[in-house]
């Protein structure tokens, strides 16, 4: 339809290792590239963590008292009530 066709691939198999070579090292050349970003951004991350660690003064647990047995088939817990629901008249 169009005039114009692309070869994709090259006859002499010289060219054709030439492209497969430098095909090669720019695969490597970004995956190198996406290491080595992931590894700051991780180092990144965790200077962060620890500054934020560091800034923020570390509160003191409240000393929980002694907890009295409780009976067999009680589950113990917290819980919040999040709807009201009427009861059924």
């Known amino acids: 339809m169009f005039g114009f066709r692309f070869h994709s691939r090259a006859s002499h198999p010289l060219v054709r290792l030439l492209a497969l070579v430098a095909g090669g090292a720019v695969l490597l ?12 951004l991780a180092i990144g991350g965790a200077v962060v963590v620890l500054l934020n660690a560091l800034r923020t003064p570390q509160r003191a647990a409240p000393a929980a008292p002694a907890a009295a047995p409780t009976p067999a088939g009680v589950i113990e817990g917290e819980f919040k009530v999040v709807r009201e629901t ?4």
Request: net charge neutral; hydrophobic share 75%.
């Open 29 to 40: 050349v970004v995956l190198a590239f996406g290491f080595f970003a992931a590894v700051a």
């Open 86 to 89: 009427s009861a059924p008249h």
